[in-house]
């Protein structure tokens, strides 16, 4: 999609996101350019990233403590995310788009230099199991990844081109990690790019903030939950 002119675009809409207040009025005007029209292009695909039920804590606590339940917990953050993913899930599969997991392939490589866990321990493949309440349905595809990115080593380009994918919706986590990795590759090969930002999640709020405002200037279009499910029913 062209650049429209700055004066055709509403920039406070463009910028109402969660890194209002953290990005410096300089900033902002470095990136100019990159303001734009946020849309949803034909064929949508979702893909929850990483809903693995280890990021998940029991109730909604903050992150230090959660990581004492389980190392990956992503906690108050990813407690927040889960009636938002919910809701994303059913609007998507009701319109009959399909939703495409992802989760860690068996004996797989680490997909960031994060250590959890004495060294030379094996990671619990429970840790990667996809949390019961988002499970997928019969009709779902999961893809086992070895790195950060969905694509790398993987089938899914070929899955987003047999359904005929123009527009990869992301859900999930974590947003500096493997949700950025696999935006940045999904707009590589051509997608349309938008993240759900009240779908995605990280550790650090200040990561979550600064990746998320990165993607929207460069790589994807960010929406919250209203504002594509509005997008989404006018372009059905």
């Not at 993607?215 to 939950?225: G, I, Q, T």
């Amino acid at each position: 999609m062209k650049h429209v002119p700055q004066t055709d675009v509403n920039v406070t809409d463009f910028e109402d996101h969660c890194w209002k207040g953290v990005m410096s009025e300089e900033t902002l005007k470095v990136y100019e350019a990159y303001r734009r029209e946020t849309v949803i292009k034909g064929n949508v695909t979702l893909l929850a990233v990483d809903l693995f039920a280890s990021v998940f804590p029991s109730g909604p606590l903050p992150v230090l403590e959660a990581i004492k339940e389980n190392p990956r917990s992503c906690g108050i953050h990813a407690w927040e995310a889960q009636p938002v993913i919910d809701r994303l899930l059913t609007i998507v599969r009701v319109a009959n788009r399909p939703v495409i997991y992802s989760t860690d392939a068996a004996g797989h490589k680490q997909a960031t230099n994060r250590n959890i866990g004495p060294v030379g321990t094996a990671p619990d493949p429970a840790d990667f199991e996809i949390a019961a309440q988002f499970a997928p349905h019969p009709e779902d595809v999961i893809i086992r990844k070895q790195r950060a990115s969905v694509f790398f080593g993987t089938n899914l380009l070929q899955e987003l081109e047999s359904r005929s994918t123009e527009t990869l919706v992301l859900c999930g986590e974590t947003t500096s990690g493997c949700v950025r990795a696999t935006a940045v590759d999904a707009y590589s090969h051509g997608f349309h790019v938008v993240v759900i930002e009240d779908a995605v999640f990280d550790r650090s709020l200040l990561n979550h903030q600064v990746s998320l405002f990165d993607l929207h200037h460069k790589y994807a279009d960010v929406m919250n939950l209203g504002e594509f499910e509005r997008k989404f029913a006018d372009r059905r």
